[in-house]
């Protein structure tokens, strides 16, 4: 059981848009902790995407945007490729457990 | 531009000693914490634990008393060794780096990971 939750799987089509959602608590997204994100394609280790909530690592795409609100984030990701096709991973800080913790993934499918 | 690789044994044993070693090249490894992350097949991320040069830990609590991390400055080498493992410490280890001095900061640099499978 993650301590930040994500919908196991998202889909749509090519040139949608998607989005993928990260649920928190008062002790980690609630509490202002940044939240960052990762793109895991197939057979590949995670590579940052979002990091500080919303900022993009130089040569990430500005299709890809992330945002905060309450104990919420949100990774949003607009005209959807076929190369975009895998799992992503919130990550933030939880001051409960004194540690940084991840999400339980969410994988992406572009019909 | 930073680059880690993991090294180690493929095969471990049950009730023996996972070690593991990642190598940092194209930048020193002074100044920054270094860590290992897991993933078992078709699973999610664990954070095992990070190690600063300066040779101080923090451990993930459900994995701490079976886990001792090291640092090698000269060789830009740093290392995890996991005690009396179990089937359910077969994944792919990676080992990443934080990109601050906080658990709050992002993983920005990644090793390839390399599976370690525990079986007799």
């Known amino acids: 059981q993650s301590v930040l939750t994500q919908p196991p799987s998202v889909s749509g089509a090519p040139g949608q848009r998607v989005t993928i959602s990260c649920t928190g608590s008062?002790?980690?997204?609630?509490?202002?902790?940044?939240v960052h994100w990762y793109q895991q394609l197939p057979g590949t280790a995670p590579k940052l995407l979002i990091y500080?909530?919303?900022n993009r690592p130089s040569g990430v795409p500005d299709r890809f945007s992330g945002s905060k609100s309450g104990t919420s984030a949100s990774l949003a990701i607009t005209g959807l490729q076929a190369e975009d096709e895998a799992d992503y991973y919130c990550?933030?800080?939880?001051?409960?457990?004194?540690?940084?913790?991840f999400g339980g993934g969410t994988n992406l499918t572009v019909l | 531009q930073v680059q880690l690789q993991e090294s180690g044994p493929g095969l471990v044993k049950p009730s023996e000693t996972l070690s593991l070693t990642c190598t940092v090249s194209?930048?020193?490894?002074?100044?920054?914490?270094w860590n290992w992350i897991r993933q078992p097949a078709g699973k999610g991320l664990e954070w095992i634990g990070r190690?600063?040069?300066?040779?101080?830990?923090n451990y993930n609590p459900s994995l701490k008393s079976r886990v001792t991390m090291s640092v090698d400055t000269s060789k830009n080498q740093f290392s995890l060794k996991l005690n009396s493992v179990t089937a359910a410490d077969t994944a792919v280890y990676y080992c990443?780096?934080?990109?601050?001095?906080?658990?709050?900061?992002?993983?920005?640099?990644w090793g390839q990971g390399t599976l370690v499978t525990v079986s007799s």
């Open positions: 990443a780096r934080l990109s601050g001095h906080s658990g709050w900061y992002p993983f920005d640099y």
């Open positions: 194209g930048g020193s490894i002074s100044s920054y914490y």
């Open positions: 190690i600063y040069t300066s040779g101080s830990t």
């Open positions: 008062s002790s980690n997204i609630g509490a202002g902790y940044d």
């Open positions: 500080g909530n919303s």
């Open positions: 990550q933030s800080y939880d001051s409960s457990l004194s540690e940084g913790v």
